[in-house]
């Protein structure tokens, strides 16, 4: 995996609260710990700001009425 995709991921994994799998894509790709921390607190804040999340599973499901 990329540099730059396994960010993205790590990003997701913060967006949804997956320490364990953000974990994985850290240890597997050889990350700094900096650059890892950053970009799984960047997933949160997306969060909390009320950012929709574009990964594929979210985008598959259904709106909720």
């Known amino acids: ?3 730059k995709d ?3 991921h790590i990003t997701v994994a913060g967006y949804h609260d997956d ?3 953000a974990m994985r894509i850290y240890t ?3 990350i700094s710990y900096q650059v890892y921390t950053e ?3 960047k997933g949160a804040q ?6 929709a999340c574009t990964c594929f599973q979210c ?3 259904p709106a909720s009425a």
């Not at 997306?46 to 950012?51: A, D, Q």
């Open 1 to 3: 995996m990329k540099r």
């Open 6 to 8: 396994a960010i993205a």
């Open 19 to 21: 320490s364990r799998t």
């Open 28 to 30: 597997e790709n050889r």
């Open 39 to 41: 970009a799984y607190a």
């Open 46 to 51: 997306l969060k909390s700001e009320g950012m």
């Open 59 to 61: 985008k598959q499901r």
